[in-house]
């Protein structure tokens, strides 16, 4: 069965301080893709950052970057200097090359503190 | 340039009724997915649309379809409504139908009674 877990239901940071969110996931595909969603209160989900699965170099965004860990399926995502705005839900997801359909994790709650 | 949006943001239906739920996808997006969110829970796959043709659905029963029009726009239609069907139901848009970057509404939040 295809999976995504997020073994973290909440997290909490401080203000400009590192925080980092875990994520497995299980496939028998070699080639896919991985993805970080951020879903504020609002709603609204955004793309956080994005990793394709044959790529040995992790993804990097501004002040979002992930350790993927292929062998051992696993995907993490590290946020630098965090920001109130990054206050949100976190998602884990992949999808299947060629494909849109996104298999999501149950998700992470960060808070962050002043 | 316009994001997606969604219609209603919000409605209540009984047990038994059919709802529509509309989608305006990105400039220039010509794939649209609809994903559920049940409370607490991580998004799932519905189906996608690509130049008005179903091309992927995932593990929801027949009574769940859609309709993509020629300006790309979208709906989502639910017959017999029921209570599990209560949910946020999201529209996503894509320049592509193979990248997984998508591009989101704010959804619409269906109760069920």
């Given at each position: 069965a295809q999976t995504v877990t997020q073994s973290q239901p909440e997290m909490s940071v401080q203000e400009a301080?590192?925080?980092?969110?875990?994520?497995?996931?299980?496939?028998?595909?070699?080639?896919?893709?991985?993805?970080?969603?951020?879903?504020?209160?609002?709603?609204?989900?955004?793309?956080?950052?994005?990793?394709?699965?044959y790529?040995?170099?992790?993804?990097?965004?501004?002040?979002?970057?992930?350790?993927?860990?292929?062998?051992?399926?696993?995907?993490?995502l590290k946020i630098s200097d965090s920001q109130l705005g990054d206050a949100a839900m976190y998602f884990c997801a992949y999808s299947v090359g060629g494909y849109n359909k996104l298999i999501f994790g149950a998700g992470t709650r960060l808070a962050v503190h002043p | 340039e316009t994001g997606v949006?969604?219609?209603?943001?919000?409605?209540?239906?009984?047990?038994?009724?059919?709802?529509?739920?509309?989608?305006?996808?990105?400039?220039g997006h010509n794939t649209v997915s609809w994903y559920q969110q049940a409370l607490g829970q991580g998004p799932q796959f519905i189906f996608q649309y690509y130049r008005e043709e179903e091309n992927g659905r995932g593990n929801f029963p027949p009574r769940f379809s859609g309709l993509q029009f020629p300006n790309y726009s979208s709906?989502?239609?639910?017959?017999?409504?029921?209570?599990?069907d209560s949910a946020l139901y999201l529209c996503a848009s894509s320049p592509r139908t193979d990248t997984g970057e998508l591009f989101f509404g704010e959804g619409s939040r269906l109760t069920v009674l």
């Open positions: 301080e590192t925080v980092t969110l875990s994520c497995t996931y299980d496939t028998s595909e070699s080639d896919y893709y991985l993805f970080w969603y951020k879903q504020p209160p609002s709603r609204q989900m955004i793309l956080v950052i994005r990793q394709e699965a790529k040995q170099q992790n993804a990097t965004e501004n002040r979002f970057s992930v350790n993927f860990q292929k062998a051992a399926k696993s995907f993490s | 949006t969604q219609s209603p943001t919000h409605l209540i239906k009984t047990r038994g009724q059919q709802v529509t739920l509309r989608c305006s996808s990105q400039s709906e989502l239609n639910v017959n017999a409504l029921e209570l599990d």
